[in-house]
């Protein structure tokens, strides 16, 4: 394949039934091995394809993909805190909040692709580099005591992912040889990409750039503005 | 005669036992070696404990955090628009391609597609910003081997390619110009030519580097056959870029299925190389980068008019959902899972940056390596400390 342009070919023209019966067929491989394991599925024609797959069939899911869908290709691994933040959103408030109470009512929690029924859930992703199509897998987890199998008999590089993901969501990787601090001091408490974990700076101090989001002269009301009085 | 070989194999087997018996005394007292943080062959703030046996690794643990900077965290409170400004800094030789992977899982998210002609520039920059990255490992590869000449060489050159940036951008290393729907502005009046002459200038540092570099007995000595990664091992590390291609992996992202930019419109190549080791990861790199010559120059001859931005909302609110981009970015894939609620902040941002995985081989290839080539390899591998720590 050294002209470019018959690789680009295919994928732009001729692709949606062909890259889409590649998906479907890898949903289908997931399904036929894992039974119930596989909760749900989504295929985005030509573009993408989630799958969510139990806790329990965590590893089982990465060993078949890559043994059997040819995705030789470890991505990446991290996981989705999919509770609000209780501490409202900042962003969208045009009005400094820092010195309010920062506990607002917590909305309902919504899941994206897939769906889902816990707070926490695993994100993973894997790749063919031959048939050059991504997949993305998802987990619930336990939301008070979240666990899940290690990934690093099927795909090495999965180690210092489930690290990251250890500290910073909280997450027990079961099975892992070295499951310490990667980025975090080793007397780090908390795990700060949990929703709930506060980010301090915003918490003492209102962002500058809120104002990027008030309206700007000449749309629609004008902030008072007395001249630039220099 | 007989008598002659076997005192000649005593002799052998005696010699063996002898070295055995040292190896066990090395081995008793093992020593570990700190490389870094600050260390001049780290390129940051990377720091290696080396378990050694003698002048062999036992065992290499990289330690990160120092620079983490927690963008996944800052860009849950950052709206769309900003959030270019953090992701910027994680690969700083190449900033302006970490913008792009973002804004395009942000317009895969709202349906909103560039217009042709902001496709076209995106890519121009894209590719010299590879181009700055990149030719700057070329001259460090050298430094680490002992060949001070070739760095003040890259540095030189690439000042031109950063020039070129500044004058489209206004930023030699922050561009920040990727916007939702386009590009920020359009080229300045003279910029292909004077892009067209830088371009010669980096063909003929290529040129160079082949003569100065490529062909140096000392440089082959450290690099060939050093730090040798099968395919089937750095594809299960997630290793990606040059680092995987010098494995023979014939895989590239702008080639096969990367979207929202024209890399499909010119002709180009993509360069394997079948030895896996130190030395194949720089002649892969040194390729790329005189690809990417011929990438811009194609692209600067026809470029499609028409505006730089797309009809968006001044205030971005992206759709609910989730996206996942990648692009080959010059250290290697480097993509974005974005989930959204809907909000003007993204709810949840996965960074998915090159280094972090390039690096996480480093224990499993330094393993059983001797010091002087745990510099070459760390060198070949390539990273930046802010796309390992993020």
Known sequence: MSSPD??????????????????????????????????ASEVLAGTDVW?????????????????????????????????????????????????????????????????????????????????????TLKADLDSDDPRIDSWIPSYPGADWHEREAWEMFGITIVGHPNLVNLYLPSQ???????KDY???????????GIVDVELMPGDGDEPDDDGDGS | MNDVANRNQLAYIAAQASDARVNVEFESEGMTLNLGPQHPATHGTLRVIV?????????????????????????????????????????????????VPFILAAEQLMEVEAPPRAQWIRTILFELSRIANVILFLGDMGVQLGAVTPVFFAFRDREFVLNQIEAVTGGRFHPNFDRIGGLKDDLPKGWIEETTGVLDRIRTFCDEME?????????????????????????????????????????????DGGVGLVHDQVDWKVWTHPDGDSFARYWVRLQEVREACGIIEQLLGGIPSGPVMAKVPRIIKVPAGEAYVETENPLGVMGYYVVSKGDLVPFRVKIRSASFNNISITPWVLEGTYVPDVVSILASLYFILGDIDR
Not at chain 2, 58 to 82: I, N
């Open chain 1, 6 to 39: 018959t690789g680009l070919e295919e994928v732009s023209e001729g692709s949606e039934p062909a890259s889409d019966a590649a998906r479907d067929a890898i949903v289908a491989t997931l399904a036929e091995q894992l039974g119930e394991g596989l909760v």
């Open chain 1, 198 to 208: 506060p980010l301090l700076a915003r918490r003492v101090k209102p962002w500058p």
């Open chain 2, 51 to 99: 378990k050694l046996d003698g002048e062999r690794v036992l065992r290499a643990d990289p330690m990160m955090g120092y620079m983490h900077r927690g963008y996944e965290k800052l860009a849950e409170v950052r709206t769309y628009p900003q959030v270019t400004t953090l992701v910027n800094r994680i690969d700083w030789l190449g900033s302006f391609a970490n913008e």
């Open chain 1, 51 to 135: 799958v969510r797959v139990t806790a329990d069939s965590w590893l089982e899911a990465a060993t078949v993909l890559r043994d059997r869908c040819g995705m030789a290709y470890f991505n990446f691994l991290s996981a989705i805190d999919w509770m609000p933040s209780p501490f409202g959103r900042d962003m969208d408030a045009q009005v400094d909040l820092s010195g309010e109470d920062p506990e607002v009512d917590p909305e309902p929690m919504a899941w994206g692709v897939t769906g889902g029924s816990t707070r926490f859930q695993m994100l993973a992703r894997v790749h063919d580099p031959v048939g050059h199509i991504g997949v």
């Open chain 2, 211 to 255: 003569d100065l570099v490529t062909g140096n007995e000392i440089f082959q000595a450290r690099t060939r056959g050093i730090g040798v990664i099968p395919a089937e091992v750095g594809l299960a590390y997630g290793l990606s870029g040059a680092n995987i291609r010098a494995s023979g992996v014939d895989w590239d992202l702008r080639r």
């Open chain 1, 188 to 194: 780090f408490e908390g795990n700060p990409l949990r």
